[in-house]
């Protein structure tokens, strides 16, 4: 079984930066993609960014040059810098990571963003 344990969120100015974290650990053998999804109330989850094993890398393009997705392969850990952070990035983050050939999920954390 695979544990992902993900950073506390926060609330935010706009305009203000936030990392989040994700840690995967239990019976590991192999980890693929990492990455986050956001949740907004009232609607689906979404795709944020994620980064292939060899840092391959994706991003909605809200974000694009304002989040920057990284991992450290050795930590089994994947990051996510948010900058210049806006009221329509309030959101709960979920990492996500295929793990062992199969998908988990983080708990959530939510993240607030002040005008």
């Known amino acids: 079984q695979v544990q992902l344990v993900e950073s506390e969120g926060a609330l935010v100015q706009a305009g203000g930066s936030l990392r989040l974290s994700c840690a995967a650990s239990?019976?590991?053998?192999?980890?693929?993609?990492m990455g986050w999804y956001r949740q907004a109330p009232g609607k689906q989850r979404d795709l944020v960014a994620h980064i292939t094993s060899s840092g391959n890398t994706n991003y909605a393009d809200s974000v694009k040059g304002r989040f920057t997705i990284s991992r450290d392969n050795a930590k089994n850990t994947v990051y996510l810098q948010m900058n210049s952070l806006k009221p329509e990035d309030t959101a709960v983050y979920f990492c996500n990571v295929l793990a062992n050939l199969r998908e988990y999920w983080g708990q959530g954390t939510q993240v607030t963003v002040s005008p």
């Open positions: 239990g019976s590991i053998w192999r980890i693929g993609r």
